[in-house]
């Protein structure tokens, strides 16, 4: 079973900029699609990006379009999720998922492996 460890997050203030990393322990991580997800407090999870396998295809929430970034470095396992011009409202736990497969999806229930969280909080 694919294992995921997220890191990268902490308190930052608006305007502010994090960068979160997913390392996956499946070897064939390249052969799936990865995605990042969030939830506030009190929210419900919400889909933030997501990319195919290759990199080359990427999808976005309409709320991050243009200030998140996700890649992924096939050779490190890893998943980015570059954060730019946060604000208030994306303070969240946020979740990197694994989804079989090599195209993208927005719904959460097409990811089967979750990671364990990590915390960004945007406050001044």
């Known amino acids: 079973q694919v294992q995921l460890v997220e890191s990268g997050g902490g308190l930052v203030q608006p305007g502010g900029s994090l960068r979160l990393s997913c390392v996956a322990s499946?070897?064939?991580?390249?052969?799936?699609?990865m995605g990042w997800f969030r939830q506030a407090p009190g929210k419900e999870r919400q889909f933030v990006a997501t990319v195919n396998w290759s990199g080359r295809s990427t999808a976005y929430a309409d709320s991050v379009q243009g200030r998140f970034t996700i890649s992924r470095d096939n050779a490190k396992k890893t998943v980015y999720l570059q954060l730019n011009s946060l604000k208030p409202e994306d303070t969240a736990v946020y979740y990197c998922a694994v989804k079989p497969g090599i195209g993208i999806a927005t719904a959460d229930d097409e990811y089967v492996r979750w990671g364990q969280g990590t915390q960004v909080t945007v406050a001044s």
């Open positions: 499946e070897r064939t991580f390249s052969t799936y699609a």
